[in-house]
């Protein structure tokens, strides 16, 4: 049984952090276009050097860059019997690039799963989060605080705060996810199969009320 999946939602809705749980469970990658691009941007390969100053700003980088980093992805052997994308697509023209894409190997997407979140959630969550500095992985300093302050439990590296958690950013994010990616459900609830699901629960609540909707789809 194949699991394709779409997290889609605001920042802060706990996206990532819910595909760390997923991927980790059933197996499979989770593919997110902002971790990509971070990576992109600390190498300071062409991909980060384009990226940068949309990222830094909370701006969309162009459909065609992350497009195309989305269908190399795809291509990738582990993508094979699913996969989670988290972040990806955050435009029209970006759902309507993905289902060529996938349409071309005779292949859909699974599952939408939408996490509807209140804008204090998001905020209080972006605010609050760290990340490491070196595996990318998500912290909060109330809801998921690392064992030693400041240190990933992990790999041992430093936490930081992203530079577009910045309160004037996050303002930012949140209209451009307001005017730029909502749409996509609507988009998705016409042509795909989209189930909604409350993000302002915590980690493992929501864990459980996607593990149904999996068990009703006969996805797991
Ligand atoms: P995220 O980690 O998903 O919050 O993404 C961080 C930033 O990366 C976003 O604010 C955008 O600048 C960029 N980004 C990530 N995914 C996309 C996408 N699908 N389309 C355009 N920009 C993206």
Redesign the pocket.
């Known amino acids: 049984m194949s699991m394709r999946l779409i997290l889609l939602g605001p920042?802060g809705a706990g996206k990532?952090t819910q595909s760390d749980v997923l991927s980790r469970r059933y197996k499979i990658p989770h593919i997110?276009?902002?971790?990509i691009?971070?990576k992109a941007v600390i190498k300071e390969v062409p991909l980060g050097v384009k990226?940068k100053s949309?990222?830094d700003k909370?701006?969309?980088?162009p459909?065609e860059i992350?497009t195309e980093v989305i269908v190399d992805a795809l291509k990738s052997d582990d993508a094979k019997k699913g996969f989670i994308l988290?972040?990806?697509?955050?435009?029209l023209n970006?759902a309507i690039a993905l289902d060529e894409s996938l349409s071309k190997i005779s292949s859909g997407i699974d599952l939408i799963i939408y996490f509807e979140t209140s804008p204090e959630v998001a905020i209080e969550r972006l605010s609050g989060r760290r990340v490491c500095s070196k595996c990318g992985f998500n912290y909060h300093v109330k809801n998921i605080p690392p064992k030693q302050e400041g240190i990933c439990d992990r790999c041992g590296s430093r936490l930081i705060q992203r530079p577009?958690d910045k309160e004037e950013t996050v303002r930012n994010?949140l209209k451009v996810y307001q005017t730029q990616t909502k749409p996509l459900i609507n988009y998705y609830l016409r042509k795909g199969n989209l189930k909604k699901v409350s993000g302002d629960m915590d980690v493992d609540e929501l864990f459980k009320v996607i593990f149904k909707i999996f068990e009703d789809e006969h996805l797991a």
């Open positions: 920042p990532g997110s276009t902002g971790d691009l971070r990226a949309y990222m909370g701006e969309l980088v459909d992350v988290d972040g990806f697509p955050r435009t970006q577009d994010r």
